[in-house]
């Protein structure tokens, strides 16, 4: 008696045994190589070749279409700070020192930095989260070792 989980018939039993052969490539292997190696032209090269050759596996097609459309870089990586945001937040301090508002402060700065004032707000948030972040501790100076020659 065959099990639920077990091929009805020779024909399904010869599919899944071709499926399970295929999904091991050793053109695509090479290729994966080459790639890791930093040989990417040679790759490409060599995937030019075999597809001039007709050769066609699901695992090589797929690295052909990763190698064409490279997948998009990911969208949740954190974003460098802007650009002079040290020089934008002392200058705000001082503006607002003299007197300024904070508004007039950021309309002041978004015209000498030529920036947009929203990036003149994230650039004041970076600079203030900095000033609030306690850097590493410093590390207490030894005296140098007195190394005596031996004669």
Known sequence: ???PREAGSAVEAGRA???MKARFCPRTA???RLIAQGR??????QAGAWLREAYASPQFLTLIA???DPAKPDRNRRRPAPAQ???IGEAFEALREDGFTQDQTILVLSDRFHRSV???????AFYREAQHTPGPAPVPRQPPLKISARK
């Open 1 to 3: 008696m065959s099990g």
């Open 17 to 19: 045994s071709t499926v």
């Open 30 to 32: 090479h290729l994966r």
């Open 40 to 45: 990417i032209v040679a790759a490409k090269q």
């Open 66 to 68: 990763e190698l064409l």
């Open 85 to 87: 945001w040290l020089d």
């Open 118 to 124: 929203g990036l003149i707000e994230k650039a004041l």
